[in-house]
């Protein structure tokens, strides 16, 4: 049951990655692909239009937005259903990943690295598998949308063996030792922008994160061109924009109904 709901969640990722590319070939702006990603996911999610720009009214994203809905309402449901056995979901997705990357090498030598991001949303992981061109998308469904469910559904065994708290590190840590990465990271810097506190405008709320995910997208290119590399990209939760007063929001991390919090992606680069 579980393998089926990962293979269906696999294949409607790819669906949207499949059309992104398509509908976003007029599009010449980094920054206006990113504000189009992000202006679409968190409309699909709780139907606030959060900036100026339209790709709810243009046809051109009629295929994106499409498939971005069913992936969101799916991806919901099982959430709503399934909230016990997510770990399960969780390790097999994860495993399909390794797999993916296990296979991606083949005969080429390659270096293998883990990136594990604190609070990256669907959004990133699509603008950077829109550039980057991953050879796998997948996604872990975080039941409480925040770090610490995340480390419980991957790390169920290490979670409640070890003594103190299990962090990010120990995480990346061990992912990497079981990939035989040469390096691991954990990039803290959406989780440090989720949390800094500001209220803002829409615009500058993408402007914010598109900053952070350039800086990103960069080193991930820079891994890949030169070492060679093949990369896991994890993250343990995304975030939410907020209405504040007004046209103010902010950004938080749990659950909530249809939070996009929830949706922990995971790229093969």
């Known amino acids: 049951m579980f393998t089926d709901h990962v293979t269906v969640l696999i294949n409607m990722l790819n669906n949207v990655y499949d059309c992104l590319k398509q ?130 559904i991957l790390e169920p065994h290490t979670y409640f063996k070890q003594e103190g708290q299990v962090t990010l590190n120990d995480i990346a840590q061990r992912i990497a030792e079981e990939l035989g990465a040469k390096e691991y990271y954990v990039f803290r810097d959406f989780d440090e922008r989720i949390h800094s506190g500001r209220i803002m405008r829409a615009s500058d709320a993408v402007d914010s994160m ?19 590399a093949t990369i896991l990209v994890l993250s343990d939760h995304g975030y939410d924009v907020i209405p504040e007063a007004g046209s103010i929001y902010r950004f938080d991390h749990h659950w909530r109904p249809r939070s996009l919090s929830i949706l922990s992606p995971l790229l093969v680069i």
């Open 23 to 152: 509908d976003l070939q007029h599009v010449s702006d980094d920054r206006r692909v990113y504000g189009t990603l992000f202006n679409i996911f968190h409309h699909l999610a709780t139907g606030l239009s959060l900036t100026q720009e339209s790709p709810l009214r243009d046809v051109r994203f009629r295929c994106t937005m499409d498939y971005m809905r069913e992936l969101l309402e799916h991806a919901f449901r099982i959430h709503s259903n399934y909230k016990a056995s997510l770990d399960t979901l969780a390790r097999k997705m994860y495993n399909r990943s390794l797999l993916n990357l296990m296979l991606r090498g083949g005969t080429t030598k390659t270096t293998r690295y883990l990136l594990l991001c604190d609070g990256m949303s669907m959004v990133e992981a699509l603008y950077i598998a829109y550039r980057l061109r991953p050879s796998f998308i997948g996604v872990i469904l975080n039941p409480g949308g925040i770090t610490e469910t995340y480390k419980l």
């Open 210 to 228: 598109y900053n952070v995910t350039l800086k990103l997208a960069n080193k991930l290119e820079y891994l890949r061109k030169e070492y060679n």
